[in-house]
């Protein structure tokens, strides 16, 4: 099986910076609209403090579109000036550090690096390829049903995607003679690659450890009194969430078809490859143990034993560590796990202050105003649809949650919208429009990078999925909230 690494030249510490005029003016955009923000009239609704705050977080969301430095250089830079400015003190600024949930985030990507390092991932891969890869559309639907089997212990939705999915596209492509160039890229892995992206955010939304952002959801939620296990979002999740699995492959396979629709060979060289591989390890075996582990203690832990996601999931991490199925080294190195970290507790802390301090409440009853005279399901219907819209102003899942999340909420319950109803329905958005752009989620670009797709037909893809799973998910998922009684 071949492993290229993909392509990306999204990120800004391997792209062309385009001159010292490109990099200041991604300094100056963050710092002038902070400064606006600061400038402004403070309402008298925001506590002494707030508007403050509300400033640098605005400054700092927009950093980390900009990237005038990596995320967590731009994350570290609103900390200190919190600090150094005198708007929070140093305990409270970084508090953030302390959260549970920041460290269930941290948890999940080390056990992604399990997933992809026995091979367990490209093993599952190649069972669903040697199953339904005899036509292309079985190929993309065994890309779903591997994103789908691992997705409830692999948060990271970049290590399914870049890990295990994009070489398994990236081999098949090859081997049927289609290549990231203008002539061959279209015969079958650009309709892999848009696939691929079209499930992954369908999955990431069908698990709460799912995706990284998924725990943070949880959080916020619970602070408005809303409380979702483990258990309450994957039951909610799985009507809507399988059915949007099954239309987004067919079509995709109709509005951007693969030039070849028949691949004979694929089966075949699945289970060559499945024969080189062997029986599964010690190692594999391990991780599927720890998989199964992971996914009772998540359902039941709480529960049972009182234990907590975070504590099942170090529990998790500490077999594998035990097993000598990962290494300190193994966590040591994962500088995605320690960026996330880093950038995501910022983010955190000053969430939690725009939330003690009355701005997220200003500005829920700002738009709680503005959706005056309607009816609770039709202003909850724009809000998700303003949410969703939202993000093709951020490069992040979890900085749009970071940001937004909460505030609309908020707004959404204050409309008469079920709690419970609103809090899982913005969750499943959080990670739904993961695919709009080609930079708007930690799959994206990777998957983009790899250049079966053009930039045009990956928004106007984006687009299409987006617009299915909102009618399947606001649709078909209404009348499953209704029987859950949600609403």
């Known amino acids: 099986m071949l492993r290229p690494q993909p392509k990306n030249t999204s990120s800004p510490e391997s792209a062309e910076q385009g001159g010292w005029w490109w990099t200041a003016l991604r300094w100056a955009v963050p710092i002038a609209v902070g400064l606006i923000v600061y400038l402004l009239p403070q309402p008298e609704a925001v506590k002494p403090g707030g508007w403050a705050v509300l400033a640098i977080f605005v400054a700092t969301v927009l950093g980390l579109i900009a990237q005038p430095m990596p995320l967590a250089a731009v994350a570290l830079t609103g900390l200190a000036f919190t600090m150094v400015a005198g708007v929070l003190e140093p305990a409270v600024a970084l508090s953030g550090f302390a959260e549970p949930t920041i460290w269930l985030i941290v948890a999940a990507f080390f056990i992604s690096i399990a997933v992809t390092k026995t091979g367990l991932g490209r093993r599952v891969a190649l069972w669903f390829v040697a199953m339904l890869g005899k036509r292309s559309l079985g190929l993309g639907y065994g890309m779903a049903l591997t994103d789908l089997v691992l997705a409830p212990a692999t948060p990271s939705n ?278 709009l752009t080609h930079y708007s989620s930690g799959p994206a670009p990777v998957l983009f990078g790899g250049g079966y797709v053009t930039l045009t037909e990956w928004w106007r893809n984006g687009l299409v999925v987006a617009a299915v799973n909102i009618a399947v998910w606001m649709g078909v998922g209404a009348v499953w909230f209704k029987i859950l009684g949600y609403w």
């Open 158 to 435: 970049t290590a399914r995607s870049g890990g295990v999915l994009y070489p398994i596209i990236t081999s098949l492509s090859e081997q049927a003679g289609s290549r990231p160039d203008g002539q061959t890229r279209r015969r079958l892995g650009a309709y892999l690659t848009a696939t691929a992206m079209g499930v992954n955010v369908i999955t990431s939304a069908m698990f709460a450890t799912a995706m990284a952002a998924n725990p943070l959801v949880q959080k916020f939620a619970g602070e408005q009194g809303v409380e979702i296990s483990w258990l309450t979002w994957t039951v909610a999740a799985l009507v809507p969430g399988l059915i949007a699995l099954a239309v987004i492959p067919a079509v995709l396979y109709k509005v951007y078809p693969p030039e070849l629709r028949d691949t004979p060979e694929a089966p075949r060289q699945a289970r060559t490859q499945l024969a080189e591989l062997g029986p599964m390890t010690r190692p594999e075996w391990i991780m599927a143990g720890v998989f199964v582990m992971l996914l009772t203690l998540w359902s039941l832990g709480s529960q049972l034993w009182g234990l907590s996601a975070t504590a099942s999931a170090f529990a998790g991490v500490a077999v594998l560590l035990i097993t000598r199925v990962l290494t300190w080294n193994d966590l040591a190195g994962d500088k995605s796990a320690w960026t996330t970290l880093t950038w995501f507790a910022v983010l955190v802390m000053m969430a939690g202050q725009l939330q003690k301090l009355g701005v997220v409440g200003w500005f829920s009853t700002s738009m709680t105003g503005a959706a005056g005279g309607l009816s609770w399901q039709v202003a909850f219907v724009l809000l998700t649809l303003v949410y969703f819209a939202s993000h093709y102003a951020f490069a992040s899942n979890t900085a749009h949650v970071a940001a937004m999340y909460g505030a609309f909420l908020v707004a959404a319950i204050a409309t008469g919208a079920p709690p419970m109803m609103a809090a899982l329905v913005l969750g499943f958005i959080s990670s739904l429009y993961g695919g």
